[in-house]
């Protein structure tokens, strides 16, 4: 067996379809199988070849956990807007029953008794107009993109239907 400048010469046995004896980099002889085992590689410098697959799970991990973040930000930010909605539906609607008990005292007394109850509310009053008996009020809560206006209306009930 000759080892030169380009490393082992392989020597034919008949016993074994190839053997060799080769130098890993750091001097020191290898089993012959080394080359041929690449989960035990362990040359210093050694590239793995370019159709591997390690590291690729951590790779799509990293990714379904970034889809999922996403997701999840989408359905609290759908969460929020629903509150926000739902805060607003309800200060109108106070509003507007207090505006409605409050319009024989005239329209900015009826208009003053709902903008403090939507200012009790956490919400802003939009519009308010009484018409007779009846008060149409509009809340909003949020600001931007999150924001909400409802209308609401109070008064009393109409007529009762007329039996046949």
């Known amino acids: 067996m000759y080892a ?24 020191k002889a290898c089993p012959s199988d080394h080359r041929t085992d690449r989960r035990r590689d362990h040359r ?3 590239r793995p070849d370019r ?7 951590t790779v799509w991990a990293v990714g379904a ?3 999922l ?12 807007a629903v509150v926000i909605r739902h805060r607003a539906a ?16 005239g ?8 903008e403090r109850v939507a200012r009790a509310q956490g919400t802003r009053l939009v519009r308010c107009a009484i018409e007779g008996e009846t008060s149409d009020v509009t809340a909003g809560a949020g600001r931007g993109p999150f924001g909400a206006e ?11 239907a007329a039996a046949p």
């Open 4 to 27: 030169g400048r380009r490393g082992a010469v392989s020597v034919r046995n008949p016993n074994r379809s190839r053997q060799t004896d080769h130098r890993s980099d750091h001097g």
């Open 51 to 57: 159709r591997s697959d390690r590291g690729s799970a």
């Open 150 to 160: 409802v209308r609401s209306r109070a008064g009393p009930a109409g007529p009762p």
């Open 90 to 105: 309800g200060a109108a609607d106070l509003a507007a029953l207090a505006a409605a008990d409050h319009w024989a005292a």
């Open 69 to 80: 973040c996403v997701i999840f930000g989408a359905l609290l930010a759908m969460g929020q």
């Open 44 to 46: 210093p410098n050694h």
């Open 65 to 67: 956990i970034a889809v």
């Open 107 to 114: 329209t900015d007394a009826a208009c003053a008794a709902a």
